[in-house]
């Protein structure tokens, strides 16, 4: 499958649509979900194009899967999330529940966040 370019995080990422950004890098862009899920809900997202986190694995370079982890760890820190804990997920692919096509992971926190999997 391929990348599409149209889907709305490349939007963001050309500057085409607004986000409520958090921090951004060579290699990364991080701003607020727009229907947050928990007091804190952020976004962490590789700038290069990688549909999901099978591509990003597969493709990214050593720099750009470092960005993206050093970037969590930063964000969580100046979220002051660090201290009180967090929970950091992709979906992937139909099983993940994954809407937009373009790798994301969800920084999650700011209250306790129960299971980490809903029964089905
Ligand atoms: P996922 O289901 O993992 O693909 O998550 C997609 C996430 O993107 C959801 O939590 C949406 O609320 C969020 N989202 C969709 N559009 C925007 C947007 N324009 N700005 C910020 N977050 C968005």
């Known amino acids: 499958m391929s990348y599409d370019s149209n889907n709305i995080f490349a939007k963001i990422l050309r500057g085409e649509i607004p986000c409520k950004k958090v921090y951004e890098d060579d290699h990364v862009l991080s701003f607020h979900d727009i229907a947050p899920q928990a007091p804190a809900h952020i976004l962490v997202l590789p700038k290069g194009p990688y549909r999901d986190m099978n591509d990003f694995a597969a493709k990214a370079s050593p720099d750009e899967i470092a960005a993206l982890f050093r970037a969590i760890g930063r964000i969580a820190k100046e979220q002051g999330l660090d201290e009180t ?22 920084i999650l926190g ?11």
């Open 110 to 120: 700011g209250r306790r966040l129960g299971r980490m999997v809903q029964a089905a």
């Open 85 to 106: 804990g967090y929970r950091v997920i992709s979906n992937c692919g139909a099983n993940g529940g994954q809407e937009v096509p373009h790798l994301h992971l969800h």
